[in-house]
């Protein structure tokens, strides 16, 4: 499977610099709004745990609950398993259900899953897992994120140069495939279409600042933000990769500033 290669790859790096800021500001943001929702919990999964360190600020606060974890990185579940004692299940979130056998957990956390996995498949798996008066965290992205990248497209598609309107055409069908929500809104939407009532959300944007060209691959493409692009059935990762390069290296202005949005929600079976 592609993108199971491709995080197996990611494991090594998306957890560290500029990557590792936001999704530190992300995980606190998301947590603040869990204890406030949360009594006691017994049991916690966590579907596209990463590499567990999405658990560890609930392991601080919950020390007598039960950690579960799926993912589709065997490589990310080793290095769960190095820094938190945790059951782990190695799969995809759409066949969670029949990968895990418990079917009570109080909280079900699935953080930046949403760009791979429609979020009705997301919660379909959850209604399958939750306890009766159990919540889900959802954390995302949104289609809000990155304005100045998104902003570069245009350009690329009025370029006289081939491989930009290549790449341009490449980053379009990408994006089209890409679940992340609109924004909050769309987010809330889509929870209380699909079985869930909202109980609160939350929304950040998060400012991003590079100063070298190596900074923004670094995020984007090692940090793991655009793997996306690098899902292309018939080139190599390592083509791709270059392809990548070769695009922030001709047009990405340098010093890059831009903002990624995020929403999260915090939901209960209707």
Known sequence: MQIEKIYNKVAKTYNQDASGKVLDISKRRALELALSECGSLQSILALGMGDGTDLLPYKEHYPQAEFHGLDISENMLEKAKDILECKTYHGNITKASAIIEKRDFDFIIAHFVTAYVPLPDILSECKKLIAKNGLISILTNTMASFPVGQSLIPTLQKSSNPFDKLVACHVRKILKTVYVPQDLNHLQALIEANGFKVKATTEKDIA???????????????????????????????????????????????????????????????
């Open 208 to 270: 991003l600042d590079f100063t070298t060209e190596k900074d923004v691959y670094d995020f984007l493409i090692d940090g793991g933000w655009f793997v996306s692009g690098l899902s292309f059935p018939l080139l190599p990762q390592n083509l791709l990769r270059k392809i990548c390069g070769q695009l922030v290296h001709r047009h990405f202005p340098i010093p890059y500033k831009d903002t990624m949005n995020i929403a999260i929600a915090i939901a209960e079976p209707k």
